[in-house]
Each structure stands twice: as structure tokens, then as C-alpha cells.
């Protein structure tokens, strides 16, 4: 990851991009540096990841609440506050929100997983 310089983002300005869920739809806006992706991203009624994910994350809930739900069969609850953090290829996990909910999404390069 190269450096970056001290900057504000201002999220009413960044484009959201829908994506559909098995079910529900999720509102994206991302600001893409190199080696880090920064997500503001909004979970609607209802909705249900479309794919397990093995990509590492920091996830920090600011609204609402939503279950982290793994592959193996367990399930995280993160409410408002809360934040869960995984490198890449250590989980296959999925969202679920019953309710809308806001999270603050971090990923990059800082997360591969160095295994030896």
C-alpha cells in the first residue's frame, strides 16, 4: 500500500451503486485508494448476501443491526457500534439484515493473509 495523503470524503458526493441481494438490494459507495477500498454501504429490509465471502474486511456497524452469518453455521450479531474484523481466506461469511442497516466497510492489501 502506497501512501496517502491527508483527505475528507464527503459521502453525499459519492455515487451509490445498487446491488441486488439473494433478497433485499444493497447501496454502495466506495472511494477506491491504492490498496485500500473504503464502503459506505446500506443494507435494505430483508436483505440476504448473494455469496459467501473470503475476502478480509474491518466492518463497522453505524446503524441498525445485522448477523455475520459463516459457512460452518455460526452467526455474529453486530448491532450498532459494533465491528468485526478477518483477514482474507480465514472465513466464508455472509450478510443478513432483517432491518435496514449502515456499515462502514475497510479492505485491502493490509489484509491478505501472509500465511508462510
Given at each position: 500500500m502506497s501512501e496517502i495523503p491527508?483527505?475528507?470524503?464527503d459521502w453525499t458526493t459519492v455515487e451509490k451503486v445498487e446491488y441486488?441481494?439473494?433478497?433485499g438490494t444493497a447501496f454502495w459507495q466506495t472511494i477506491q485508494l491504492n490498496g485500500l477500498r473504503i464502503r459506505l454501504i446500506e443494507y435494505s429490509n430483508g436483505y440476504l448476501a448473494d455469496h459467501w465471502?473470503?475476502?478480509g474486511h474491518i466492518v463497522h456497524c453505524l446503524e441498525g443491526s445485522f448477523v455475520s452469518e459463516l459457512k460452518t453455521g455460526e452467526n455474529f450479531i453486530l448491532t450498532?457500534?459494533?465491528?468485526?474484523?478477518?483477514?482474507?481466506?480465514l472465513s466464508?461469511?455472509?450478510?443478513v439484515a432483517e432491518n435496514k442497516v449502515k456499515l462502514l466497510i475497510i479492505d485491502?492489501?493490509?489484509?491478505?493473509?501472509?500465511?508462510?
Open positions: 491527508f483527505q475528507t470524503i441486488k441481494g439473494e433478497t465471502c473470503q475476502k450498532k457500534g459494533m465491528t468485526y474484523v478477518v483477514s482474507d481466506d466464508s461469511h455472509r450478510s485491502g492489501d493490509f489484509l491478505r493473509n501472509q500465511r508462510i
